[in-house]
């Protein structure tokens, strides 16, 4: 199979008046056709960003500094603004975190759904409406004839996301962005939401890049996941390998401050500290200062993502210390 | 800034809120009295030539300046022509131009306000830079002083109310929009691969565009006042056209003798400040708390 999506030393600047800072930093990863990747990380560390920069949708003090963002081996940074709106629907699409606020409310839900299909399509008014009510059943809305004509603030927050889902996937595109598509929703709906959307990303070949911070999430909807801490990817891998046998300290810890009721342990066990400060980042490796297993190498050189196996990546020079203590103490995934 | 309010209310009460509106709008005093008053000026001015019993430009010099009576229910001025008839007449011509007037600075401070807010850079430095411009002048003084330059007549008054006029709607919008632009929805759809056009169109403008309408409410009472005086200056509605402005200037001479000339189109003018006042302030409580 061949890389659907690839971006490469992505680098997302933010300049203000206390200087620039690098809020995406060197950032790289490929997602395969049809497979999905999770993006996980504290809050902060820069994945939605990495989306917003994937979309082309930076808030107007960011901007991209550096990379190439390769969709079908067409840069997305450097397509001009009319091409990008051609891209956006039918090539990638995105599904919001906050269903409440993420729908135009003054819009009658049927209109939304199938506003992109008649830009992008060339649908009728009255096609555009049938495909709304299509794609309403499909993504499990009941009553779809009556539900199309009301507001989003008729919706309960799991049906909102659903329509989300229906507009991101309007236009079929080939690649869905989804930005904690399922952390404003109760568990139960949570679950819902995950398996229709895998469900129907399986079906027509769509891939996924699921950012989150909740890993139980990761492990049920990805096959990939790349870990990233203060707008850097620490670790990458197939997401049992990594959740297994992590090889980086802050995987570790991540996965360590997760509650877990498979097995339930004496307390989790939190990160020490805070992220650090982007206008002043450490040296060395980002993670250094809150690390267990931090030594004098740690804050001198740069750490960069290197290969471990064929398919992962750790930016940890002790990356077999943090394996071996998962043995002392391991976390059940 | 209210449509982050909205949302989130939006989110706590989903169901009780069309309820809710339907039950407060005819609670809403200064509303309801907004709307009958003006109601009842824009009927007689749609009614006039059925209301009024004289014509109002006919002279009849055998009764001028005569006071009010069975005949004539206000009197005649000094050409004998009906008071009354005038007045109504006259309400006809303010509140058309009136209503006219507000609506080409809505559209093009909607439009500009729109584009300086939702873009920014250049164009919104080149806008806000033209709206400090025109506010740096008082409304009237800068209104007198175009329509005196363009000529008077109602082109004119038009012309000069846009140029002066549209400032206010361009802030209003651009601030809204400003707030509005990254919002979750707006970003959204831009994800969807809509225009810019479209967006702002369908997405932005929709949500933002009830603050415009409320500040016309109170704009159009400016804008009438601003015809009013012009009229009364002599260059705006040109004589013989019935009109408010014009009859307080000609009533004028006749202050001591015959009061009422001068007086009942002044109170006419007020009673219309009053009720489209009203009716605007109703209109921004209905709106404000929940827009939709």
């Known amino acids: 199979m061949t890389a659907l999506l690839e971006v490469e030393d992505l680098q997302v600047e933010i300049r203000n008046r206390r200087g620039a800072v690098h809020v995406v930093e060197n950032v790289s990863f490929s997602v395969e056709s049809g497979r999905a990747m999770g993006l996980v990380g504290e809050s902060g560390s820069g ?17 991209i500094s550096e990379g190439r ?40 839900v049927g209109e939304q759904i199938a506003e992109g299909p008649r830009v992008h399509l060339g649908l009728s008014r009255s096609q555009g409406a049938d495909k709304a009510l299509e794609l309403m059943r499909r993504v499990g809305i009941p009553d779809p004839e009556r539900r199309a004509f009301d507001y989003p603030h008729q919706f309960s927050g799991g049906m909102r996301q659903r329509v989300m889902i229906a507009i991101a ?31 129907l990303c399986a079906d027509t070949g769509t891939s996924l890049v699921f950012v989150t911070h909740d890993l139980p999430v990761v492990a049920e909807v990805c096959q990939t996941v790349a870990v990233m801490y203060a707008g850097r990817i620490l670790e990458s891998g197939g997401v049992t390998e990594v959740f297994r046998q992590p090889r980086h300290p802050y995987t570790l810890g991540l996965l ?78 | 800034m209210t449509d982050v309010i909205v949302a989130s209310a939006g989110a706590a009460v989903p169901v009780e809120r069309p309820a809710q509106r339907r039950a407060t709008w005819y609670r809403n005093a200064p509303l309801i009295a907004g ?54 007449f006259g309400a006809r011509v303010d509140l058309r131009v009136g209503f006219i007037a507000v609506l080409f600075p809505f559209v ?67 601030g809204e929009i400003l707030v509005a632009k990254q919002l979750d929805y707006v970003l959204a759809a831009q994800s969807g691969g809509l225009s810019s056009r479209r967006v702002i169109m369908r997405h932005v403008l929709p949500n933002v565009i009830t603050q415009a309408i409320v500040y016309a409410m109170s704009d159009i009472v400016q804008d009438i006042l601003a015809i009013v005086t012009l009229s009364y200056l002599g260059l705006g509605i040109a004589p013989p056209t019935a009109d408010w402005g014009s009859m307080i200037a000609a009533g004028q001479d006749f202050l001591t003798t015959h009061w009422q000339l001068s007086t009942i189109p002044g109170l006419a003018v007020v009673l219309t400040g009053l009720g489209l006042s009203l009716l605007g302030d109703g209109l921004a409580d209905l709106l404000r708390p929940g827009q939709r």
């Open chain 1, 47 to 63: 994945k939605s960003m990495t989306l917003r920069a994937m979309m082309g949708l930076l808030p107007t003090e960011a901007h």
């Open chain 1, 69 to 108: 963002v390769l969709l079908n081996g067409e840069d997305l940074v450097t397509a001009p603004r009319r091409r990008l709106q051609q891209l956006r629907g039918p090539q990638i699409a995105m599904v919001f975190q906050e269903p409440m606020s993420a729908l135009n409310p003054v819009m009658r």
């Open chain 1, 169 to 199: 996937l309007s236009c079929e595109p080939r690649l869905i962005l989804c930005d904690e598509p399922t952390t404003a929703l109760d568990v139960t709906i949570q679950d819902q939401i995950l398996r229709l959307l895998t469900g």
């Open chain 1, 256 to 333: 360590r401050s997760a509650p877990d009721f498979a097995e339930t342990r004496e307390g989790l066990i939190p990160i020490p500290g805070a992220p650090p400060d982007p206008y002043a980042p450490p040296s060395g490796c980002v993670f250094h200062p809150r690390c267990a297993f931090a030594t004098a190498d740690c804050a001198t050189q740069p750490m960069p993502l290197r290969q471990v196996t064929a398919t992962r990546t750790t930016a940890c020079i002790h990356d077999d210390r943090a394996l071996e203590s998962q043995k002392l103490l391991p976390v059940a995934q």
């Open chain 2, 35 to 88: 709307m009958t008053i003006t109601g009842l000026l824009i009927l007689v001015a749609v009614f006039a030539p059925l209301i009024a019993p004289y014509d109002p430009n006919k002279q009849n010099l055998a009764v001028s300046l005569v006071g009010p009576s069975a005949q004539h229910l206000l009197g005649t001025d000094q050409l004998g022509r009906d008071t009354f008839s005038r007045l109504v």
């Open chain 2, 108 to 174: 093009l401070g909607t439009f500009l306000g729109s584009i300086a807010g939702y873009f920014g850079g250049w164009i919104d430095i080149i806008v806000m830079r033209l709206v400090d411009t025109v506010v740096a002048f008082p409304f009237y003084v800068l209104v007198i002083a175009l329509v005196f330059v363009l000529g008077t007549g109602e082109r004119s008054i038009y012309i000069a109310i846009t140029i002066v006029g549209w400032v206010s709607y361009a802030r209003i919008i651009r």
